[in-house]
């Protein structure tokens, strides 16, 4: 479709109030310091954006607020997680009015689909918009795995132009590599092994400690791509601790908590989710203390 996505692309957190309700001028703030930190695009209602906790309304309030904040500087995507077919091409037919340029399409939820309805879904799904889809596959938390074969079969659908890859096999980017060349656009979904990623071919990343370190994820991602691999290595190696928070059942509560360290934010979750307690929060904070005590210089051009 003409559309080139790569760089880094952020997978922003829903921001409440402590009443509860969404924080619209908080994302719109959180936003405006991503896209000055020179991240290449904007996800929105994605798993850390917590979308299963939004209703439709506030789904549409969070795209309409990110187009605006978006518009004319990076893309916008926003996160199709929905139960059913229908409620899939509902979401992108308003997402499309709410100013989404793009969707980010996981398999339905809940539902554990087979292969065929796998990709029925997708398909169906994606005939609902006129706008480029980057198909999401995380099979570790969603139990669907869209196996690169799937993606070799859905490849003559000219919508379908990017994949976040997120079965944390770091094989799976040349497997998909190897049956389609670069028929997608290929971002690495799982920030532990964003560099393994970028090196065997993947083209961009999307992050999740973007959310509270933006600089340093943009610089790595700028290092690895100009093979700058020593410093990349160093910086990498660096931001490891942090980088594991994404891999956790309470990755959203990680991040927003590093989030309220590092840039200003605040930890406030919807439940079921609560903040970080006790001894789990102690550590989380070790870990974001000893990371800017140590916050690196960053490397020039």
Not at 145 to 162: C, G, N, S
């Amino acid at each position: 479709m003409g559309t080139h996505w790569a760089g880094v692309f952020t997978a922003l957190t829903t921001k409440f109030d402590d009443g509860g309700n969404l924080d619209l001028a908080a994302m719109e703030a959180h936003i405006g310091r991503q896209i000055a930190s020179g991240v290449h695009g904007i996800i929105v209602l994605g798993s850390l954006g917590e979308n299963g906790a939004l209703n439709p309304t506030e789904k549409q309030e969070v795209v309409r607020m990110a187009a605006s904040a978006c518009r004319g500087k990076v893309p916008l995507l926003a996160c199709v997680a929905e139960t059913t077919t229908d409620a899939g091409c509902g979401f992108v037919k308003k997402g499309m009015a709410s100013g989404a340029e793009g969707f980010m399409l996981l398999p339905p939820m809940q539902y554990v689909s087979d292969e065929r309805e796998t990709e029925t879904y997708l398909r169906t799904v994606a005939a609902a918009s006129d706008r480029p889809v980057m198909l999401y596959n995380n099979p570790v938390s969603y139990r669907v795995d869209i196996t690169p074969e799937m993606f070799a079969r859905l490849a003559d659908e000219p919508k379908f132009v990017a994949i976040k890859e997120s079965s944390g096999d770091g094989r799976r980017i040349s497997d998909i590599m190897n049956l389609v060349g670069d028929r997608y656009a290929l971002f690495t979904g799982v920030d532990d092994i964003a560099m393994e990623s970028l090196l065997l071919g993947a083209g961009g990343w999307v992050a999740g400690l973007v959310c509270a370190f933006p600089r340093e994820t943009v610089a790595l991602y700028g290092l690895v791509k100009a093979r700058r691999i020593e410093e990349a290595l160093s910086l990498y190696r660096w931001f490891m601790p942090l980088l594991h928070l994404d891999v956790s059942v309470k990755f959203v509560q990680n991040i927003k908590l590093a989030e309220a360290k590092a840039d200003g934010g605040n930890e406030r979750v919807r439940p079921p989710r609560l903040p970080l307690a006790g001894e789990e929060r102690a550590r989380v904070e070790q870990v974001i203390a000893g990371a800017l005590a140590t916050r690196p210089a960053l490397p020039g051009a």
